[in-house]
């Protein structure tokens, strides 16, 4: 089963826009880490957020977590055609051993 | 060179045959996954090692097996393919810290008829 759910499920943007996607998820966490998939590709590891922090950049990301909502949100600023890709969050949970992914967003930044 | 590899990138075989799926990494990572993602969705987890001595099933280890030949070598088997098992198989890695970053292989796209 699924431990995080993100939202939207699918978002079309034009290049220079900002997008923003969201995550929910069920249990504890450990930490909550934000992975990038080209299609077809591999997954690449973009930030990770631990239950203590509420908020990290990484060049034109930001991530923010709230933990009393179970939530997270991913912001990429100045989006370019090149951040095509779908987005996944996923969450290690306190005291388990592996890294739950949910089903992804589908970002389509047009150029 | 990739620091997680996988073999073969691409198999279409046909149901009720023995299919074996390769992973190798440079990483020096103790910790390696096999998942599974279906079109559309997310990963789900089929087995994981933390250890050559260690193999753990995960949320959907029915129909498949694993072999941990080595710490840099972790293979999934399926035994008898069945055409819902068509999928985009993902090996990772992870290092002894107790983050849970994954590094990805590119994936195995496996086609059964």
Same mark, same amino acid.
């Given at each position: ?5 993100? $939202? ?7 290049? @220079? ?22 299609? @077809?590709? @591999?997954? *690449? ?17 930001? *991530?923010?977590? $709230? ?41 389509? *930044?047009?150029? | 060179? /990739? ?65 941990? !030949?080595? !710490? /840099? ?18 090996? /990772?890695?992870?290092? /002894? ?17």
């Amino acid at each position: 089963s699924q431990q995080g759910e993100e $939202d939207p499920q699918a978002l079309s943007i034009q290049e @220079g826009e900002n997008a923003t996607m969201n995550c929910s998820y069920k249990t504890s966490i450990n930490n909550l880490q934000w992975y990038r998939q080209n299609s @077809g590709r @591999g997954l *690449v590891h973009l930030i990770l957020i631990r239950s203590n922090e509420r908020e990290k950049h990484s060049g034109r990301l930001r *991530v923010t977590l $709230d933990t009393s909502k179970k939530s997270s949100s991913l912001l990429i600023t100045a989006s370019r055609a090149a951040d095509t890709a779908s987005y996944f969050c996923a969450t290690k949970n306190t005291g388990g051993f592996k890294t739950i992914f949910g089903a992804g967003t589908r970002l389509f *930044v047009k150029a | 060179d /990739a620091d997680v590899t996988q073999t073969p990138r691409n198999r279409i075989t046909k149901t009720g045959k023995r299919i074996m799926l390769e992973c190798s990494q440079t990483k020096g990572h103790d910790r390696m996954y096999w998942y599974r993602q279906d079109p559309g969705l997310g990963l789900q987890l089929i087995y994981y090692s933390f250890d050559v001595k260690d193999i753990n099933k995960g949320e959907i280890s029915d129909g498949y097996s694993v072999s941990r !030949q080595a !710490q /840099a070598k972790f293979s999934l088997s399926l035994e008898s393919a069945i055409p819902n098992q068509t999928a985009l198989y993902f090996c /990772a890695t992870s290092g /002894a810290g107790n983050t849970g970053e994954l590094f990805f292989g590119e994936g195995s796209r496996l086609t059964v008829l």
